[in-house]
């Protein structure tokens, strides 16, 4: 069946540090990918997305995440992380079925 | 202000006492879902609906319903709840399901003694 990874449960990182997430999915076809956050007590939030062209994407708050096809992979990349990214980041990834998948999140923790 | 409301926010109720969690959305969108979010299993969704009764079940769908009687607005049925059903809940919505930009509600905390 296809599915979603994300094979990072809990992250610990000292602040400035760099920050790499990893998410794969199974499937061959064309797909969109997404990733969203969300921090402690609230809902999720859009952090970027992947349509087509440039398979390296910005998003806000100085993330980025990168598209590679032969690896069925979209990682989320931050070059210096801040307390304030605390928080749980989820992979979505739309392409069969019609519908949105969601990894089972990673927790990322901060410490100033 | 678009944004999609979910009611109630919190709720403590009993084994089998029947519950609705009410959705709505302003923003004029096709795509609803229901997710319910529990430790260390991420994000499940329940159901989906494409459109206007339009309907269909996503991962955990056993012990729910749903209906999609007006565009706007997308309520979770709780038939019989029982404490495996204790939970956070969220509402979603989005204009398109290709598109994959889901605005959630705030979430509702349901908890099933």
């Known amino acids: 069946a296809q599915s979603v990874s994300q094979h990072n449960h809990h992250v610990i990182l000292s602040e400035a540090a760099s920050l790499e997430l990893g998410c794969n999915y199974s499937y061959g076809g064309t797909v969109n990918l997404f990733w969203y956050v969300q921090y402690p007590g609230q809902h999720l939030q859009l952090l970027l997305k992947y349509f087509s062209g440039d398979p390296l994407v910005k998003g806000i708050k100085g993330f980025e995440a990168e598209f590679i096809k032969s690896k069925f992979s979209f990682n989320l990349r931050k070059p210096s992380v801040q307390w304030s990214d605390t928080a749980e980041y989820f992979c979505a990834v739309n392409g069969w079925a019609n519908n949105l998948f969601f990894g089972t999140g990673t927790r990322l923790t901060v410490i100033p | 202000e678009a944004q999609v409301t979910q009611n109630p926010r919190y709720l403590i109720t009993v084994t089998g006492k029947k519950l609705t969690v009410t959705c709505s959305q302003n923003m004029n969108h096709e795509y609803m879902s229901w997710y319910r979010q529990d430790p260390g299993l991420g994000l499940r969704q329940i159901y989906y609906s494409m459109n206007v009764e339009v309907t269909d079940k996503g991962d955990v769908p056993e012990g729910y319903k749903v209906s999609r009687k007006e565009k706007r607005n997308f309520p979770l049925i709780l038939e019989s709840p029982s404490p495996n059903q204790t939970s956070l809940y969220f509402c979603?919505?989005?204009?398109?399901?290709?598109?994959?930009?889901?605005?959630f509600g705030e979430g509702s905390r349901l908890t099933v003694l």
């Open positions: 979603a919505s989005s204009r398109t399901v290709g598109t994959g930009e889901l605005f």
